[in-house]
């Protein structure tokens, strides 16, 4: 059974950072892609970042240069760091993984994701 916990929102002020880690369990295939998606209320799910097993990443446009996917395999952990928060990055946060080989370009597609966690809120106030 393929478990995703995410944790670390919160509240911040604009300008601020927060990081968000989501515990994988329950996988064992060597090939995976994984990603932080978000959803405000009324909005689509959007893609934020996503990540491989090959090291390939992907940002969408609204967050490059401010956030940064990463993985610590030794604690199966997947982070999202956000800096330089935005009012617009208020949402619910989710993390997403699925198996096998995926085109890069299908990393911030939501449909790529068999596996999704409960999410964890970031509210960013001006």
């Known amino acids: 059974q393929v478990q995703l916990v995410e944790s670390g929102g919160g509240s911040v002020q604009a300008g601020g950072s927060l990081r968000l880690s989501c515990a994988a369990s329950g996988y064992t295939n060597s090939r995976y892609y994984m990603a932080w998606f978000r959803q405000a209320p009324g909005k689509e799910r959007e893609g934020v970042a996503g990540f491989d097993s090959s090291g390939s990443t992907s940002y969408g446009d609204s967050v490059k240069g401010r956030f940064t996917i990463s993985q610590d395999n030794a604690k199966n952990t997947l982070y999202l760091q956000m800096d330089s928060l935005k009012p617009e990055d208020t949402a619910m946060y989710f993390c997403?993984?699925?198996?096998?080989?995926?085109?890069?370009?299908?990393?911030?597609?939501?449909?790529?994701?068999?596996?999704w966690g409960q999410g964890t809120q970031v509210t960013v106030s001006s």
């Open positions: 997403a993984a699925g198996w096998g080989l995926l085109p890069t370009e299908w990393l911030l597609d939501r449909r790529s994701y068999a596996y």
